[in-house]
């Protein structure tokens, strides 16, 4: 179903109600000698068409301090996304900063392995139109991911391994390219991330692939939501600006311009 639908558990006990206040002003003021990589679109890039607008392909990541990527928190061609930083749990800007104390472990993890916590920070328009908003690539993560909005709306397009024969099969794909598939074990919830595929693989936008678009589950995600998607699900991810001019890092909502949307995500392993 093509069209968003509203998330079916907008209330986890997730505990990150402070992160509520984050705005680029408040992460400023908290982490500006941060640093963080950002990735960079190039706003005319040669290559895929329908990989063109996606972040995370292609793209360069630029190393700087959070407080100069946020000098131009509207443009909608910057993105602070997955950081990498090995060994830690916590991801820059939150690690080593005050923001940490703002998402706690999430009590309902109740003792699972807890990965990765990390910020996620861009510009985009309001208006929740597909293909108008920031997007990534289609995608698998190899441990179970909680993503909570904290400004803006994001929209995610999910697919159940088990829909890897139907959707990811031959002739899925760009340009008539051929993509192939095989599983390793009989655990479908892994079985995806052993998934062969054409290089070109995920540079497919299931927002406007109509055999994707299709066959995916769409879900809104608005502020104060949280999402869980489970480990080995292919996503995409589109995330759009917040919309209260009141807020700031919102303003020229109403005109159409980018705004900012902020989101944290936790990865982790459920037994």
């Known amino acids: 179903n093509p069209n968003p639908k509203p998330n079916p558990n907008p209330n986890p ?6 992160a509520s206040a984050w705005t680029p002003a408040v992460l400023r003021e908290r ?9 960079e679109r190039d706003p005319h890039p040669l290559g895929l068409e329908s990989a063109l607008d996606l972040f995370g392909y292609a793209l360069q990541r630029r190393l700087t301090t959070l407080g100069l990527a946020l000098r131009n928190a509207s443009n909608p061609n910057r993105y602070l996304a997955t950081q990498g930083l090995k060994g830690h749990v916590y991801q820059p800007p939150l690690a080593g900063t005050s923001l940490k104390a703002d998402v706690p472990p999430p009590p309902f993890l109740n003792g699972w392995p807890l990965r990765t916590v990390g910020l996620w920070l861009g510009a985009a328009p309001v208006a929740a139109v597909p293909g108008a908003g920031a997007a990534s ?12 909005v904290v400004a803006g709306t994001k929209v995610f397009y999910l697919f159940a ?17 051929v993509h192939r598939y095989r599983y390793a074990g ?14 070109h693989f995920s540079g497919v936008d299931a927002r406007r692939n109509a055999v994707f678009r299709d066959a995916a589950a769409v879900i809104a995600v608005a502020e104060g ?5 489970p480990r080995g699900f292919f996503h995409q991810v589109e995330s759009f600006g917040c919309a209260d001019e009141r807020r700031e890092g919102c303003a020229g909502a109403a005109a159409g311009d980018p705004t900012t949307h902020i989101a944290v995500n936790a990865w982790f392993d459920a037994p």
């Not at 006990?13 to 402070?18: C, F, L, N, Q, T």
């Not at 690539?137 to 909570?148: F, K, M, S, T, Y």
């Open 13 to 18: 006990k997730v505990g990150w109600g402070a």
């Open 161 to 177: 391994p088990e829909a890897a024969i139907p959707t990811f099969g031959e002739r899925v794909g760009l340009a008539g390219g």
């Open 225 to 229: 939501e949280c999402i869980v998607i």
């Open 186 to 199: 009989s655990d479908a919830a892994h079985a995806a991330q052993n998934l062969i595929l054409g290089e």
């Open 137 to 148: 690539r289609l995608h698998h993560d190899a441990h179970d991911n909680l993503n909570c």
């Open 31 to 39: 982490a500006s000698g941060s640093y963080v990589y950002v990735m």
